[in-house]
């Protein structure tokens, strides 16, 4: 498993460089999910299932759900359409379908592979634990990083209004 995690953190350095020295955003946002999925997979590599999946959900699922609808609100014309179907090449998605490809063997291989024990005698964090800590002495930055979330969507919505734009 120390392969794992070490492969899976070199895999989110490597595409969260490629998010930040990116100026085409629609490649930056897939880069930025194929860096969340290796994160998720450095939380399964550590023993720490259940944040896995939940960066899978939260992160990489209803976070890029929520920047694809912000693009589809802001609807900038048939000039940004063209030019987004020109980002949209194949080429476009061979890097992040190659790091992809390569996170989906390694968690296959860790599924699958011979069983190990947690690295450096580290117990799994379960369910519970994790409920018990964000509803526990993290309540308040939950809530407020809920807030910060809500107050991002409004604030798309509002720039997105055709109302704004004429």
């Not at 069983?115 to 005698?121: H, N, S, Y």
Request: aromatic share 10%.
């Amino acid at each position: 498993m120390e392969f794992a995690f070490y492969f899976s953190s070199g895999v989110a350095v490597v595409s969260t460089l490629r998010v930040i020295t990116g100026t085409n955003p629609v490649h930056a946002l897939l880069y930025l999910v194929i860096s969340l999925l290796a994160v998720a997979m450095c939380f399964f590599s550590l023993g720490a299932p259940f944040a896995g999946a939940l960066e899978v959900i939260v992160y990489a699922g209803a976070i890029m759900v929520l920047f694809v609808f912000v693009v589809m609100m802001l609807n900038l014309g048939p000039q940004v359409a063209e030019q987004e179907r020109a980002w949209l090449a194949p080429g476009a998605w061979t890097v992040p379908s190659i790091l992809a490809a390569a996170l989906l063997g390694q968690l296959l291989w860790a599924l699958f592979g011979e069983p190990t024990q947690a690295p450096l005698g580290l117990a799994t964090v379960d369910a519970k634990a994790v409920g018990i800590s964000l509803f526990g002495p993290y309540l308040l930055a939950v809530e407020l990083a809920s807030m910060l979330l809500l107050a991002a969507l409004v604030a798309a919505y509002h720039l997105g209004r055709h109302e704004a734009k004429d």
